[in-house]
């Protein structure tokens, strides 16, 4: 893999963050994580020189890549004369349009993996195998009271099952990068439990996590923001109340913010 590089004369560019995955073993599993059949139309962000979509190809029927950056237009233009299947999408992938898709494969951009995570949360897809940042994969896998966990995960479970597959060192990647990484599979579930407002939500977990070692309680009596009015508290659980923030569930989440919307609207 590290030839394609050379033949393009391609170099990373440190402004994106750019590490190219060259380990032919992980690539060949993220693929087969992915169980990709060949009527399935896959999404890859971040194509690069192309590894990654010469697997997916030789699985799938249909592959979409989006890459912004213009110096792999040659390398992805010669393997789009090999295989019919390949369209590529050329800008940001937080800003273009996002074609239909059932799975996603990617070695996520990691400066802004969290943001594309989300924005693919928006979308009906079956499942995402993505490799991406080890410290943000655990953030996003952490189960209640685990490690890790935090308002990311909690809003990600309410919408997805997630898992963390495997673990990836730094010598799998050119350049080596300074994190470890990791791949991890996500699975698009109908939301667990509904909230008044996506928004108003995510500015309860974030207020809530910022005191995530103390009870809900006091976190409600020392805040002064209109997101966890004091007068609220009556109508929360003796449970809940009691309850230190890192160890609520996601549906008991839910359930403070029903309770602070319906005080504050």
Known sequence: MKKRLDQYGIRPAKKLGQHFLLDSGVLRREVAYADIAAEDTVLEIGAGIGNLTEHLLQQAGRVV?????????????????????????????????????????????????????????????????????????????????????????????????????????????????????????????????????????GAILQELFARREERVQQVVERNRDRVLPAAALGKLSKKIKNKPVHMLTPREFGDITRVMWEVVS
Do not use: H
Request: hydrophobic share 45%; net charge positive.
């Open 65 to 201: 890549t989006v890459e912004r950056d213009r110096q792999f237009a040659k390398c992805l233009g010669d393997l789009q004369r090999r295989y019919r299947g390949l369209e590529t999408v050329w800008g940001d992938a937080l800003e273009v349009g996002l074609p239909r898709f059932d799975k996603v494969v990617s070695n996520l951009p990691y400066q802004v993996a969290l943001p594309i995570v989300f924005r693919l949360l928006e979308q009906r897809f079956d499942r995402a195998v993505l490799v991406l940042q080890k410290r943000l994969a655990q953030r996003i896998c952490a189960g209640v009271g685990e490690r890790g966990y935090c308002r990311i995960g909690v809003a990600i479970g309410r919408v997805a099952k997630v898992e963390m597959l495997e673990k990836i060192g730094p010598d799998a990647f050119w350049p080596r990068p300074e994190v470890e990484s990791a791949m991890i599979k996500i699975e698009r579930v109908k939301p667990r439990f509904a909230v008044p407002s996506e928004d108003f939500f």
